[in-house]
């Protein structure tokens, strides 16, 4: 496995299992306690187990921060290949 993908593949991990601790945390300090049953264990198991059910919103609650590094790394690959393409016209 190369290093970039395996990178990767520890930010994805790392964002599924932090991003529930942060949402739970960034909650209490914005909006209050969490309301559901068992604190943060409760809510990391809803989160979980509506991505075991496949749902849609639990996944992209987890992987957001992953999508989000992809996003921000094509627009850099995209703007580095858009650059080097001027630089190439601008010599022609």
Known sequence: MSKQLKNWAIFALLSV???????????SVLVGPYE???GMLGMMGTIYGDAARLKGPAWLVLLAPLLLALTWAA???LSSAMQQRLSQDAKA
Not at 17 to 27: M, Q, W
């Open 36 to 38: 559901g049953e068992s």
């Open 75 to 77: 627009c850099f690959r």
């Open 17 to 27: 299992f932090l991003v529930p601790v942060v949402v739970f945390i960034g909650g």
